[in-house]
């Protein structure tokens, strides 16, 4: 993938992908997705593998969602079940449940960690004038930042309560950043969109859209090198 350069004379507003780009989330993700899909898919199924399965099939995507995806990859069905399952439950909502207890717990006790290079961009950016957006697919998304310490950092932060009560897929569809080109009323080509999810890279390329992603683990180094370069803005 080419090197991502913001040209500020285009572009008025940039949109990050909360997870694995603003905050050091992905890994405890994943990490939860695999105590509980392992659990479940023992005598089943094989592990869950924490870095392909978890990108292929879940990062990025409604919790939900991430479940049946990888689930169907499987080929395994589960019934739905409902938000008053208990955790760990042979459901939908019960692998969910557990998934969702194990992370919650991780990041009591841990807290959250932003990668510093994108903390350097986030102040420069706004420095020079653009306007910032977040976007989480999580729950927990607007915890995750303020845990983080990152809000006043951002003019708009969707996360997943917002698609929720909107009824806004998550990825590979970008809903949930066109919600945050809305709500900074602006047009999809004045913004740029820093992704780390996969699916959403994918839908994005096919869809010839103008927005520009970045991606897993390398958005903090591109950062970095914006910073030190500013002439490449």
Do not use: C
């Not at 807290?111 to 950016?125: D, N, R, S």
């Not at 989480?136 to 930042?145: A, D, I, M, T, Y």
């Not at 009824?167 to 970008?174: I, Q, T, V, Y």
Request: glycine share 10%; aromatic share 8%.
């Amino acid at each position: 993938m080419s090197e991502l350069v913001i040209d500020l004379a285009r572009i008025s507003a940039v949109v990050f992908d909360t997870d694995g780009v603003v905050t050091d989330t992905a890994r405890g993700h994943a990490a939860a997705w695999k105590h509980v899909f392992d659990a479940f898919l023992r005598g089943r199924s094989g592990p869950f593998d924490i870095r392909d399965d978890y990108l292929r099939h879940v990062d990025g995507r409604p919790r939900l969602d991430g479940i049946r995806t990888f689930l169907a990859s499987r080929g395994i069905t589960l019934p739905e079940g409902s938000p008053d399952d208990e955790p760990g439950a042979p459901t939908v909502h019960g692998l969910g449940l557990a998934k969702d207890q194990i992370f919650v717990a991780q990041v009591d006790k841990y807290g959250v960690a932003a990668f510093p290079a994108t903390v350097a961009l986030l102040h420069e950016l706004r420095r020079r004038g653009a306007r910032t957006g977040a976007v989480s697919p999580s729950l927990h998304g607007r915890k995750l930042v303020n845990s983080a310490g990152l809000s006043h950092l951002f003019d708009v932060l969707i996360d997943g309560n917002d698609a929720a009560l909107m009824n806004l897929p998550g990825m590979p569809e970008p809903a949930l950043f066109l919600e945050a080109a809305r709500r900074l009323d602006l047009p999809a080509d004045k913004i740029a969109v820093v992704a780390a999810a996969l699916p959403g890279i994918e839908r994005e390329g096919r869809a010839g859209s103008g927005w520009w992603w970045g991606w897993p683990g390398k958005a903090a180094a591109r950062a970095s090198r914006m910073i030190a370069e500013p002439k490449s803005w």
